[in-house]
């Protein structure tokens, strides 16, 4: 995956920091509509820090529900995008699911 640099699971549906899972956006995604979605997610996420920086409450909390909007969009929160019926593990302990065994080895090395 280009750009992360960290820990990929094997199907390709997570990346791991500091032990947690946090998904990975939907890959059937059109390229120009992924690009749509990161540019309003980036756009977002400066808009909460300028309205945390102007203590805007009210503008502060309509950029979170724009970011969340971006990244249900993107696949990254809301349904999941596999249709094979596991389970959505995002925001889980590692060690805690069935990648466990997987990210022991990719820590070790191996």
Known sequence: MAGIK???TP???????????????????????????VKALMYARRAVKAAKGAGDRDAELEAHRSVDDAKRGL???????WDDGAPDLNRHDV????????????????
């Open 6 to 8: 960290h820990p990929v």
């Open 11 to 37: 199907d390709g549906r997570y990346f791991v920091v500091k032990g947690k899972l946090w998904r990975l956006s939907n890959p059937a995604l059109e390229p120009g509509e992924k690009a749509r979605l």
């Open 95 to 110: 060690k805690d699911t069935p990648y466990a065994d997987w990210y022991s080895r990719v820590r070790r090395g191996s």
């Open 75 to 81: 696949g990254e929160r809301g349904p999941v995008w």
